[in-house]
């Protein structure tokens, strides 16, 4: 009995050590499309790491590779997006001037399973214009996984800033220039 016990053991040590993995990467690229005044981007994850940070307790695991336009697990995605990708802006609520400090609220657009073990996640937000600064911050995963690392591509016009997100500096400042 014992032999079993420790043969258990050991095969669910090495199973657990073979599926994990030592780093972790979330990837975004976003853009602001002035002739539809809106946010739209692609938000990469690694599938499973994605669905153990929404649910921690692992019931979702598996189901995000079987998704389809009427799952509810989609809400949730989107919900973990808008907490952990952020977007705010200078923007113009009365006049074609500054005049607030607005945050984009993404609407999940979509969502592509990829045979590699990711999940590409479309968004978009409506945004009227927007002005200097800018602040992205992206924390998704971070709470999870203490060597998660994010990169996020941000174009707007022809300027292109690449940014890069760890636990310790999870936000980062920019002027967009006119």
């Known amino acids: 009995m014992l032999r079993l016990f420790f043969t258990t ?3 669910w040590v ?3 050590h073979a599926s994990a993995h030592e780093f972790y990467f979330a990837f975004a690229e976003l853009n602001y499309n002035e002739l ?5 981007g692609t938000l990469i994850f690694t599938t499973h790491d994605l669905e153990r940070a929404i649910d921690p307790k692992g019931s979702l695991i598996g189901k995000f590779e079987k998704l389809d336009e009427t799952s509810a697990e989609l809400k949730l995605i989107e919900n973990y997006h ?5 977007i705010s802006y200078g923007c113009a609520l009365d ?7 607005c945050q984009a609220n993404f609407v999940l657009d979509g969502i592509v399973t990829q045979l590699n073990g990711t999940i590409e996640c479309y968004i978009s937000a409506p945004a009227r214009a927007i002005y200097s600064p ?8 971070m709470e999870r996984y203490n060597q998660q690392q994010n990169k996020c591509t941000f174009t707007y016009r022809i300027q292109k800033e690449t940014f890069n997100f760890l636990p310790y500096d999870n936000q980062k400042h920019f002027t967009i220039k006119p």
Do not use: C, G, K, P
């Open 36 to 40: 539809n005044q809106r946010f739209e």
């Open 134 to 141: 800018i602040n992205i911050q992206f924390d998704a995963l």
């Open 82 to 86: 808008n907490s952990h990708f952020r």
């Open 14 to 16: 090495v199973s657990t």
């Open 95 to 101: 006049s074609n001037a500054i005049d607030a400090y």
């Open 9 to 11: 053991l050991f095969i």
